[in-house]
Nanobody, 121 residues
Framework: QVQLVESGGGLVQAGGSLRVSCVAS????????MGWYRQAPGKQRELVAS???????NYADSVKGRFTISRDNAKKMVNLQMNTLKPEDTAVYYC???????????????WGQGTQVTVSS
């Protein structure tokens, strides 16, 4: 079974930085998109950033210029460097990975367990 293990996150003051990482393991033929989502209390889960296998990135407007997503294909890892954090960035951050099953090209999306990021004002 594919597992996603997240690390990082925590509590930081506004203006500070944090980094969250996610490593995938298990029966993985290959990985397509990797990304980070977040969900604040009372709000829907939203895409923060994503990166394709070729390194093309996409960011939510609210984090452009402050967050950077990166991936290491050999390590099956995706990272999110978060700078100039704001209280409104407070949320549970979830890793999301699109895993290809095999030569069929069929894929499934998997979620991490979530890691809390809290930004104090």
């Amino acid at each position: 079974q594919v597992q996603l293990v997240e690390s990082g996150g925590g509590l930081v003051q506004a203006g500070g930085s944090l980094r969250v990482s996610c490593v995938a393991s298990g029966p993985i033929f290959s990985i397509r998109d990797m990304g980070w989502y977040r969900q604040a209390p009372g709000k829907q889960r939203e895409l923060v950033a994503s990166v394709t296998r070729d390194g093309n990135t996409n960011y939510a407007d609210s984090v452009k210029g402050r967050f950077t997503i990166s991936r290491d294909n050999a390590k099956k890892m995706v990272n999110l460097q978060m700078n100039t954090l704001k209280p409104e960035d407070t949320a549970v951050y979830y890793c999301n990975v699109e895993v290809v099953r095999g030569f069929s090209g069929k894929s499934d999306r998997h979620w991490g367990q979530g890691t809390q990021v809290t930004v104090s004002s």
